[in-house]
C-alpha cells in the first residue's frame, strides 16, 4: 500500500523555503573550496556555518528572498552584533547606490505570496542549490586535473 505524503502547513512551507533560499544564497558566494566571506566583516568561514544575512529584515516580506538584501554573514556580525548594521549600510550603498538603498529602507509595500508560490519558489530555489553545487564541483574538477592534480 503507497503512503500518503503529508501536507505541510504553511509555516512549515515558509521554513522550507527560507531554508532553501539561505542554501542558495551561501553558495552563490562560495569559492570552489565551500567558503563564503561574510558580507561586512570581511571573514571568510565555509558556507555551512555562515547564515543568510539580511539588510532588510525578514519581516519584510518583499525583501526576505530578494537576492539584492541577502548576503552570507557570519554568526558574530549576524546574529552577535545584530547584522552589523553600520557596516552593511555602507556596503550596500558602495554596491547599489544610495537612492537604491532608500528606496528599499523606505519601501512600505505589502506583498503576500500564495502557498502555491511558496511551493514553486522552493522547487526553483532546490534545482537552484544542486545547479550551483554541480558547477563549484566541476570547477574544482576541472582546477586539478588544469593543474596537474
Not at 72 to 90: A, S
Request: net charge positive.
Amino acid at each position: 500500500m503507497e503512503k500518503k505524503k503529508k501536507k505541510l502547513s504553511r509555516s512549515k512551507l515558509v521554513h522550507l523555503l527560507d531554508s532553501v533560499f539561505s542554501q542558495y544564497i551561501r553558495l552563490l558566494y562560495s569559492n570552489p573550496r565551500w567558503y563564503c566571506q561574510c558580507f561586512t566583516c570581511g571573514d571568510y568561514k565555509h558556507r555551512k556555518t555562515m547564515q543568510n544575512s539580511h539588510f532588510i529584515s525578514r519581516g519584510v516580506y518583499k525583501y526576505r528572498r530578494d537576492e539584492e538584501n541577502c548576503y552570507p554573514g557570519c554568526y558574530k556580525c549576524n546574529i552577535i552584533l545584530h547584522g552589523n548594521y553600520k557596516v552593511y549600510v555602507l556596503r550596500m550603498i558602495d554596491k547599489y547606490g544610495r537612492d537604491k538603498i532608500d528606496q528599499m529602507i523606505n519601501d512600505r509595500e505589502i506583498v503576500k505570496i500564495s502557498t502555491a508560490e511558496i511551493m514553486e519558489k522552493i522547487e526553483h530555489y532546490k534545482l537552484r542549490v544542486i545547479e550551483l553545487e554541480k558547477n563549484i564541483i566541476r570547477d574544482t574538477i576541472y582546477k586539478k586535473i588544469k593543474n596537474g592534480l
